[in-house]
């Protein structure tokens, strides 16, 4: 459950009333996309742009018109809200997050400028790790306002994460277009911009940023200027956060360049080259794999790049653009600096997480990743079973069902429950266990990993 926290109670709060161009208020949460932009389709992003200046209006609109369909073509809102509730004590128990300037209860959440458009949420990505930073920001955002769509914030994210299904948690298929994943592409960020029914959220580095290794942390790779263009062009505002500590989920991890070359052209953004690597190729569960960094999110100053320049979009040079985004990147990385050295000199709380392990030993499967397979697989299990059985109602029964559903407290397995879990998911899913198997186990994972299932 999210801890509201008075300015007068929090250390934070008091931090930050020192610190200008920083949410004041603070709410802490306890309770639990990623989202690079791939760096092909960023370039997409800004060519198309430049021939969409010349393009004639009607047919731009006729082509987002027809182009809609991304809104709801994947997303289940509800499988959206499952997965808050089944990152939730994982997020409780193991990564601890906080979420700084987030709260509407406390009229944190910041009002869209431009009612008829989204705002455009963006921050610095973790390095050499799984997209874990995006799925906690994600569903705890959600959870801590409601299950709320007007106050959540979808991903754009990297065509990367959907091509294969090793690319989404534990083989889940579709994992991300599911819970409300876009393609980052040039088209698919321009129609998202007449989505009215929730923000979105873009990590402007792209694959440079989760891309980066651990001698990088904290330095923000690029800004694309793609954001950049469609708040000029759609007058909304970005709301910069900075990501805290997600640079500890894969730590001492580096990046090769000709390796990263060899995977992308497969499907897979990187591959991590440290201390975890040899345990990635023993375990291929282990792919998935978050150390338990304490995440924080820190809500910045609202930035206006339609105030930065006297010009009608239509005239804007590339290298205007260009100038806009370097000048904003340059205001991020240092907003980021002073937040990291205000939150990010103890990046895993180690007293504070095995304090919580003492005192929630029952909740043991929350504080081991190896059991994480288990619970996102009998979760995928259990709302399938949910769909079918709502599909089998008479329509008058549905909403009291979904509602009783939707509303159940989140699953917080014991130890023997785990068991029980397990056991379970081993009975109706026994290809989990090949997640387990070293070395060999990668053959079926790879297979399943790179297979084109139907949606």
């Known amino acids: 459950m999210a801890k509201k926290i008075t300015q007068k109670e929090a250390k934070t709060a008091t931090a930050l009333q020192s610190t200008p161009n920083v949410a004041t208020k603070t709410s802490e949460l306890q309770i639990p996309t990623a989202n690079p932009d791939a760096t092909n389709n960023e370039e997409i992003v800004e060519v198309v742009a430049e021939e969409v200046m010349a393009a004639d209006d009607e047919l731009l609109t006729q082509e987002i018109k027809d182009n809609t369909h991304i809104f709801e073509e994947f997303f289940d809102l509800d499988y959206a809200k499952s997965l808050a509730k089944l990152l939730e004590p994982i997020d409780k128990y193991y990564f601890r997050a906080t979420l700084i300037g987030f709260d509407e209860e406390l009229g944190e959440f910041p009002a869209r400028n431009n009612p008829q458009r989204p705002l455009i949420f963006v921050s610095n990505h973790s390095g050499m790790a799984f997209p874990w930073d995006g799925m906690v920001f994600a569903s705890a955002l959600m959870k801590m306002n409601g299950y709320r769509l007007d106050k959540a914030a979808r991903g754009l994210a990297s065509p990367m994460l959907s091509q294969t299904n090793l690319m989404n948690p534990f083989l889940i298929h579709n994992f991300w277009k599911r819970a409300g994943g876009i393609d980052a592409t040039s088209l698919n960020f321009e129609t998202m911009m007449h989505y009215g029914e929730s923000n979105f959220l873009i990590y402007p580095e792209g694959i440079k940023g989760i891309g980066k290794g651990f001698d990088k942390r904290y330095q923000l790779q690029r800004v694309s200027s793609s954001a950049v263009r469609m708040s000029i062009k759609y007058k909304t505002d970005i709301i910069p956060f900075a990501t805290i500590n997600a640079e500890y989920i894969n730590p001492f991890s580096y990046s090769l360049k000709w390796l990263d070359d060899i995977v992308q052209s497969i499907g897979i953004p990187f591959i991590p080259v440290g201390p975890l690597t040899t345990l990635i190729l023993l375990q291929p569960w282990m792919f998935y794999f978050a150390a338990p960094a304490k995440l924080t999110y820190v809500r910045g100053k609202r930035i206006k790049p339609y105030e930065m320049i006297d010009k009608p979009f239509e005239e804007i040079t590339l290298e205007e653009f260009r100038e806009i985004s370097k000048k904003i990147q340059k205001n991020m990385q240092a907003e980021l600096s002073r937040m990291v050295e205000m939150y990010g000199q103890n990046p895993y709380d180690w007293g504070g997480f095995f304090r919580t392990i003492l005192q929630n030993f029952s909740k043991l499967p929350y504080f081991v990743p190896i059991a994480w397979p288990f619970l996102f697989t009998e979760h995928e299990r259990r709302y399938r ?71």
């Open 385 to 455: 079973r949910f769909k079918t059985r709502l599909a089998q109602l008479a329509e008058d029964a549905r909403e009291a069902y979904k509602e009783a559903y939707l509303n159940e407290k989140p699953r917080e397995e014991s130890l023997v429950g785990l068991v029980k879990t397990a056991t379970d998911t081993i009975l109706k899913n026994p290809e989990v266990l090949l997640l387990y198997v070293p070395l060999v186990g990668w053959i079926p994972t790879l297979i399943k990993g790179f297979s084109r299932e139907e949606d």
